[in-house]
């Protein structure tokens, strides 16, 4: 059975920065591609990046693009989530979330397992 963990949310000012980490267990994940989804209050999940097995592919949701960058360390079983120029909308409860295959998906449902969540809180 695969677990993963969330850190790096917290609470931090428009135009700030966090790093977000998920870390599994259980069992290795290299050969998985991984995602970051969101879900802001009253609103539906969101995607907001996935990056293949060997982090030669990402993609991106338009509302992050050039402000996030997703990553990984396969040796230490964690991706992360750079997010920088952050915006009020961007608080939200961030999940990350791994498939059972290496390429990287925008759609929920192509994922097997799902981390509890970190939250994000960007203040005006």
């Known amino acids: 059975q695969v677990q993963l963990g969330e850190s790096g949310g917290g609470l931090v000012q428009a135009g700030g920065s966090l790093r977000l980490s998920c870390t599994a267990s259980?069992?290795?994940?290299?050969?998985?591609?991984m995602g970051w989804f969101r879900q802001a209050p009253g609103k539906e999940r969101e995607f907001v990046a996935s990056?293949?097995?060997?982090?030669?592919?990402?993609t991106y949701a338009d509302s992050v693009k050039g402000r996030i960058t997703i990553s990984r360390d396969n040796a230490k079983n964690t991706v992360y989530l750079q997010m920088n120029s952050l915006k009020p909308e961007d608080t939200a409860l961030y999940y990350c979330a791994a498939r059972g295959l290496g390429s990287p998906s925008r759609s929920q449902s192509d994922y097997k397992y799902w981390g509890q969540g970190t939250q994000v809180t960007v203040s005006s």
């Open positions: 259980g069992r290795t994940l290299s050969s998985a591609a």
């Open positions: 990056i293949s097995w060997n982090g030669g592919s990402t």
